[in-house]
Each structure stands twice: as C-alpha cells, then as structure tokens.
C-alpha cells in the first residue's frame, strides 16, 4: 500500500510540475494568429492553430525575406554633413531635420522585409463538431499537441520541430480510420505547388522586390507524408488519404541565400538533404533526440514561485492581475527562454521583431531587426538565463555589419571603424532609413557591440574576445572620429543625433540633437570597453591611451530641474511625457553606470525620470521597465509591470498587453516585449552588476516563496541554487566556472562570510569611475531607501561550489 501511494503521489508531482510550463487552451485557435502556438528551430518557424476541421500552420524560413544585396551607402558631400551639424549646433533643430531628409533619406530601399513561406493546410472531412477538445504547447518538451473526439473517435496531433534537423515534424493518429487532404496556401505572388508525386507535395517560388531591391531568393520545400494503412491519391496541387490510422508529416524548408553578399545556393538540393537527414530516425527516435537536445538547453535554469492556477492559459491571462498566480510570471519567463530557444540557433539568422513567426506578406515595420533597442532586448535573457550559445546569430550579424557599416561610416561621415543606424536587415543594411525624425541615430552599432563585451564577461572566453575584438575597436574609432566640440557646452558630443524617436516640444518637435545622454552613455561603455580588451589582449595600446584621454571629455550625466535625469544636455524634459523611449535611462539597464551606492542622485534622478514616464505603456517598453525597476530595487514595482505587461490586449488603456498565446502586443505583435520582460524576473532575483553578484535585490512580496537555479552571472558564476521562504534568503549555492574572487550583496547577515572591503578584485566586476553629474540649482534630489545588504568576499576556484545557509 506504501509503494502504491508513493508511485501516486510522484506521479501527480510530475504531473503538476509539467502542467506548471505548459500553455493550455479548451478552443482552437480559429482564425486568430495571436492565438496560435510557435514552434522553431532557429531554422523553421510554425505556428499551429489546432483546428478540427482544416488544421492550419503558418511557414516561415530564417533567412526567407524580400529583395536580394544591395548597396545601401552613397557618399555623402562633406559640405552637406557640416552644414547639418551647423544647423543643429544653432538649435534650427527643424531646419536640419528637413534637410537631412533631403540629402538622406531619398533612396531607394528602406530595409526589406521578413516573409512568410505560406501554409500547410490540412482538411478533415466530417471533424467540426469535435468535442472533448485540448490543445498545449509544452514548453519543457517543446511539442505542440491537439486532442479532440468526434463522436466515438478520438483524434491526436503532434508537432515540432526537432532542433538536430532543420525541419518541421507533425504526427496525426486516430483510433479509427480519418481521411485528409494535405494543401499548401501562400501570400506570396509566386509561391506554388511545383510537383506532387508520390507521397511528397513539394512547393517553391521567388521572393518580392521592395523598394528597388529585386527579389533574388528562390525557397523549395518538401511536405513528404508516411502513412500507416489505407491509401493515398494526388491532384495537381494536393496529396489526398484515405483510411489511414496513422501519419507523419516532415516539412522541409530551404533558400538559395548564403550570405548577405550571395545568394547562388541550391535550394531544391538543400530542402532535399535536410528531408533526407530527418528521415534517417523513426518517429520515436526523432522525437527523444528532439526532447533530448531541447531540454539540455531549457532544464539548465528552472524557476518555481509557487503555486498557479490550474486553468487554461487564456483564462490565466485574464485572471492575473486578480492575483493569486505566482506560477503564471515563471510560465511567462520560461515561455521567453522557449522563445529565444525557438528562434535563434547556431547557423540561423539572428531572432528578428517578431522572432522567427510571420504569416504577412507586409508586416509590420517589416519584421526587421530594430536596433535603436528592439533587437538588442531580444537577446537579454541570453547570458543572465544561462542560454548563451542562442546568442551566437547575433554575433555574426554584428561582424557582417562592421563590414557594411565600415563602408557607411565613411561615405556619410569620413569616419573609420563601423557604424549602423536604427534599422538593419538580412542584407545588412546600415545606411540611415525611414526619416531623420527616426533613422538619424548613428549608435546602433555601438550598442550592437555591447553584446560582444557581454558574453566575454559572462563566459571569460578569451578565444572570442580575440575573434570579435575589431568589432569593439571599430565602434570605438567611429565615435573618436565623429565627436564634436560643441559650441554652448565643454564637452565632445555627437552630432547629429537623436535620443531614439522622442522629440521635446523645446527643440521645435524634431528629434534631431547634439550630446543626447543615450549616446554620451554609450560612448563611455564603448571606450571602457575597448579600453579593456586592449589591456587584456595587450594590443592597441596607444589606442587605448587616447581614449582614456576623450573620455574626460565626454558629458557627464545631468540631473534637471525636476530632479529627472534628462534626456538632452539642454533641460527640457517635461514631466508629462509618456513617451514609449526611455533611452536615457540605458545607463541604469542594460549598462550599469548609475548605483545606488556609488551615484545616489543619479539613481534618484533615475527613479524621477521613470515616476514621470508612467507605467502603461507599448508591451516592450513595459517590457523594459520591469529590468529598470528591478535595478531601482523596487520589487513590487516591477511586479506592478509585469501585471501590466500580462494583461489582456485592449485592458490596458493607450498602452499593449499580452495575446492569448502570451505573444507580446506592442500592439501589433512584437518578441522583444517577451524577451525583455524574462530577463526582468532573472534581473528581480539575482543580478550581477555593480562590482557584486547581488541575491534577491528586487523581491516583490507576491513571491514570498521560491526557488531558482541556473541564473547565470558575470565572471562565470552560476547560481545552482536560491531558495527564498517568506522573503528571506535561506539557502544558496553558486558554482564557479573560472574561480576569482565571488563578491556577495547578501540580504542578510552571514555569519560565515568575509566582510568585502575596497574595490572587487576580479577583473570582471570592474566598475569604471562616472563623472559627477551636473545638477540644476532648482532640482529637489531625494535620495534612495533602499533596504540594507551585506558585502561579503569568497575566494573561488574553478569547478568548485560553494554553499551559503
């Protein structure tokens, strides 16, 4: 009898863990694409509805977009370029603007789009009053499922998309017989069925041009069926069975694209041998190999915050802000890693605005890669959620782009290094697009560049370091060779400019400016940064001494006369802008420039500038809030948006939310939101900036109880375990993947521990001198409460975990 109840209750613990990180719905997804379930592979994307009747997964290939290489850099008169800066150093902030769209932005192409492949389609005769129904998309195993009865038949589908193959699986069983026709529907004007033969529907066609970019891409994709029983026919455009118990679909997708400067692949031989591949497993094989390699990324860091409601994701997500769901934020942080698992793998294209799912032929801002913060917030979790090999597409994005950017950098600005704008595509594109009002912010790559410097600091990879070190050299040389003196102010700023697509009424409503605080912010990380390879790689040593030179020169931030930390050097941020952009406020997240122990009155300032903004917002910016609120220490804050961010679309008023399949609603649909809300709750919990690796520094009351394990810091530790009862620390284990000295900001008292005294003495926790901020003679600073912590030094050694009770 012991046994029996101990086998019962292991089962139903399992039970009720895997229904914690599954997404679950009693109806289908319709029509509604926001209701539909991702699946990926870095390579495929496809979004299942789990219809009844005519199932239907939308297609979309990584590096499937409009338009073909194509330059995007023409040489910019000298003349041109001093007379803007001129222009703007007269504060004709306007004048410049429409000049600079002028002489700009009169070219052809824009940034082309990311397409969809188009629909598989399968039609089920006789299934639309089903009953007994159940679809989930099980984030630990990341298989998409469908259950429903017709009658005294019960029918099941199972789909993904196995990340050692580059195709997409779907398995179809019944109890009894069924019967289906397998189609194929694409936007695309000339997508096709190209040939049905056998057992195999294959499809293909051509991309669009856009914008004076022909299209050059051709894809060719293989539905291939295997069936058990019954029997098969064919028409010209469709593969129909009959009488079947048993099928298994494999879509195999593929583009002659190489690189941004080559597109002479095989496309039709490429689909094959990735068919080919997958079709060496049986179903059960691939299957487990899929689980297998799956889980070894998503079971490193596991997340529990106690209980959750045991009802579909839908009703979940309208009930949240009732309360009384811890389970639901942890689903939704686990749902990002999957997320970033899904859509950006080793080999693919970096996850775009909308990840690695589209089904339009037009979508919104062309599902480009937005790199004036968009791009940028996809790849948070990344390092911090212990998933850093996802952030490899990125990495060889960025070298592509000091290609095309070092070409950009001197036709527009006679500069050397690399330079990218607010917008990028498959072809690389850097050149300023859409309008000055957007697209004249020159710091993208250095932002870019930031994440190179990131993953060196996480994984100490030395190796890496020396392959990407152009990449921060040449973001450093860009800016040495553009900085200004500007004329009103002792400072070297960037001119023309932009603090990302805000626009104070005082500067006649044009967004163009000189020595905006974003980029002042980001030329000191990206000369602290150089600095620092060059001292650990022992190169560019003179090099490094001239920066060390310019940033004394550099502006220091500027507290304003609302105690806001403002956005321009003039002070004329407005209490009442609710603007989505909160870009000066990089310096609190991602950088780490601005402490509530070193700066004070920076963090205050920081704090004033977010009170101002508001909560409700777009989804990403909510999104990032939560990251900001969390480094201000204000738990419960941050957990006040997240509930905003969880929030039913169109319940937020003027701001986004959450659509039923928890995709992030700008609205419209962008990943980003997701993205930057996970590495929000991985940043409420444990974060490693400012000189310690800091536990528990943003715990709202709503997660009295918890446990989490695997959060990545920087320096190589790693926490294998936290676990928090009724808002106290009681037990913690971190391991050290390369030893040095372990600074803890602890909660409580440890009685074990050594007082930390001076500065961190490992390298990775080097914290650069800020300037003093300038403050204005009417600003009111209130300084911070925050709550008292304790500073302890743990001499590691590589390997080895060390355990603090």
Partial sequence: MKRVIVVFFLFVSSLSFAQEYKMWYQNPAGKVWEKALPLGNGFIGGMVYGNTEEERIDLNETSFWSGGPYATSPTLNRDSLEKLRSLVFSEKYKEAENMANRVLFSHGSHGQMFLPIGSLILKFPGQKEATSYYRELDLSKAVASTRFSVGKQNYEREVFTPLQEKVLVMKLSSTEAMNVEVLYRTPLPEGRVVQVQGNELQIGGRNIAHEGSEGALRFHGIIHVKQSGGNSSRTDSSLIISNAKELVLYVSLATNYQSYQDVSGDEKALARTRLTSALKSPYAELKRKHIEKYQSLYNRVELTLGSDRREPTDIRLEKFREGNDPGFAALYFQFGRYLL??????????????????????????????????????????????????????????????????????????????????????????????????????????????????????????????????????????????????????????????????????????????????DNQLAFDVFQNAIWASKILGVKTQFSDSLKQLLKQLPPMHIGKHGQLQEWLDDVDSPQDKHRHVSHLYGLFPSSQISPYRHPALFSAARTTLEHRGDVSTGWSMGWKVNWWARLKDGDHAYLLIENQLTPLGKNKDGGGTYPNLFDAHPPFQIDGNFGCTAGIAEMLVQSADGAVEVLPALPSRWAEGKVKGLKCLGGFEIEELVWEKGQLKRLVVKSHLGGNLRLRLPRAWTKGVEAKGENPNPFFFVPEMGEPVVSSEAQIHLPQIRSTYLYDLKTEKGRRYVIE
Avoid: C
């Avoid at 909308?354 to 890669?369: F, L, M, T, V």
């Avoid at 948070?380 to 950017?405: C, Q």
């Avoid at 370091?465 to 009103?488: M, S, T």
């Fill in 341 to 518: 698992i899904s859509s950006s793998q080793p080999g693919g294209q970096p996850a775009n605005l909308q990840g690695i799912w589209n089904a339009s032929i037009r979508p919104p801002w062309d599902s480009k890669y937005t790199i004036n913060i968009n791009t940028e917030m996809n790849y948070w979790p990344a390092e911090r959620t212990n998933l850093s090999e996802m952030h490899k597409p990125l990495f060889e994005m960025v070298k592509d782009l000091t290609k095309t950017g070092a070409v950009t950098a001197k036709r527009l600005y006679g500069a050397g290094g690399w330079v990218a704008h607010h917008n990028t595509d498959l072809w690389r594109l850097t050149w300023p697009v859409d309008a000055a009002f957007y697209g004249l912010w020159p710091s993208g790559g250095a932002w870019l560049s930031q994440h190179i410097w990131e993953h060196y600091q996480y994984t100490g990879n030395l190796h890496f370091l020396k392959e990407n070190q152009e990449v921060l050299f040449g973001a450093a040389r860009f800016y040495v060779d553009i900085l200004q003196k500007h004329p009103k102010y002792p400072y070297l700023v960037i001119n023309p400019s932009t603090s990302p697509e805000n626009a104070p009424e005082a500067h006649q409503r044009s967004s163009l400016s000189a020595g905006v605080t974003m």
